[in-house]
């Protein structure tokens, strides 16, 4: 039976449940701001919202050709298309700070030991970013060494994330993919998830995985399972190959999502660096005289406001699919916006069958 359609990658009731239940009534939906909706789309008082058992979520991001958020489209600019056939949307919202619940993974592998210091204070940042002591705000973290660990359950106050994020060191392998399965099967429940509010995952690490007992498939399988968006803060150093960047890429695309890379040559700009040879025949880029630490702050805090400002910008869309039932089989979907030079980030599909 079709179900209803956002972990920051900084890397308990169990998500196995079905993503929403029979019925969910949603007591205090966000407000819905839409240009004059045609007859057949009238506006329902805000007590009488319902969200049907086969009901689809999309969360999508909408910018322009310098990476801005638009922020200011309607109802009729979207189009959404469930395996090929337009579908009617039942109800869109734009409202920004949407409630939501994010997920913490931190890569606490040998990887991430390079710049630990600048990535552990990144995270405590986003986490205070993100979790603004607001009860509809909450998030959890889960670190992957060799194993993954729940290390701070669902709250809704920062400085519980934050102050274990200061006690972390950073050694070991990487079990990220364990990471993702337990942020959807293994911690506290929100009431209303993934309606309201939403589910993101923010991981931090650099995609590479050398510990895990499930594989990337069944990461990504039971992430888009749960209506779970992933994000990737990207660890990886300038200058370094990285043949696991392309499953950090998949996890935040396939899930509407996306990476952020703030070690991408933040400092090109920057004299008084030397191009030396590293492991592999690989160069890196090391200090000189020049601003470096200005410059890996600069990208960090440019990582942050992107991920926190996407988390909290994104339109709504439900729908109810007229396709087909099918149990098991993943569904694609396609947004589309009546607009050129855009560009349009939603996840990729969904399964319409929770087992």
């Known amino acids: ?49 319902k969200v049907s058992v086969n009901e689809v979520i999309v969360p999508v991001t909408v910018t322009d050709e310098k990476g801005k958020f638009v922020s200011d489209l309607d109802r009729g600019d979207f189009r959404i298309f469930d395996g ?3 579908q009617t949307i ?30 552990q204070e990144s995270a ?7 979790l ?4 509809k705000f909450s998030g959890y973290l889960i670190g992957y ?9 669902t709250t809704t106050d920062a400085d519980k994330i934050a102050e274990k994020l200061r006690k972390l ?6 079990a990220l993919y364990d990471a993702i399965y337990m942020a959807c099967t293994s911690r506290k429940l929100i009431s209303g998830e993934p309606i309201e509010p939403r589910r993101v995952l923010v991981i931090v690490g650099d995609g590479h995985d050398n510990a895990s007992k499930h594989t990337l498939d069944e990461a990504l399988e039971v992430a888009q399972r749960n209506l779970v968006t992933v994000y990737g803060v990207s660890t990886q150093a300038y200058g370094f190959n990285n043949p696991d960047e392309k499953n950090l890429m998949r996890l935040a695309e396939e899930t509407g999502g996306r990476v952020e890379y703030p070690l991408d040559n933040p400092y090109h700009e920057v004299s008084g660096y030397l191009s030396q040879p590293s492991d592999d025949g690989n160069y890196a880029l090391t200090v000189g005289v020049g601003a470096y630490a200005s410059a890996i702050a600069q990208g960090m805090f440019g990582a942050i406001a992107h991920v926190a400002g996407e988390v909290t910008t994104q339109y709504i869309i439900r729908y109810i699919p007229d396709v087909p039932e099918s149990k098991k089989q993943f569904r694609n979907i396609e947004v589309k916006v009546a607009l050129s030079n855009v560009k349009v980030r939603a996840r990729k599909g969904y399964y319409p069958y929770n087992p």
């Open 1 to 49: 039976m079709p179900f209803r359609a956002i972990v920051v990658l900084l890397s308990a009731s169990a998500f196995g449940q079905p993503p929403v239940p029979a019925k969910v009534t949603s007591t205090q939906p966000p407000s819905v701001q839409t240009s004059a909706p045609p007859a057949e789309h009238k506006e329902i008082p805000k007590s009488d919202i």
């Open 124 to 130: 405590i940042e986003l986490a205070l970013n993100l």
């Open 132 to 135: 603004p002591g607001d009860p």
């Open 90 to 119: 039942q109800f869109f919202t734009r409202e920004r700070s949407q409630p939501v619940v994010v997920g913490f993974l931190i890569d606490l592998s040998n990887a991430s030991r390079i710049h630990w210091k600048n990535y």
């Open 169 to 174: 060191k950073a050694g070991g392998g990487a």
């Open 84 to 86: 090929g056939k337009e």
């Open 145 to 153: 060494g060799n194993q993954a660990e729940l290390l701070v359950d």
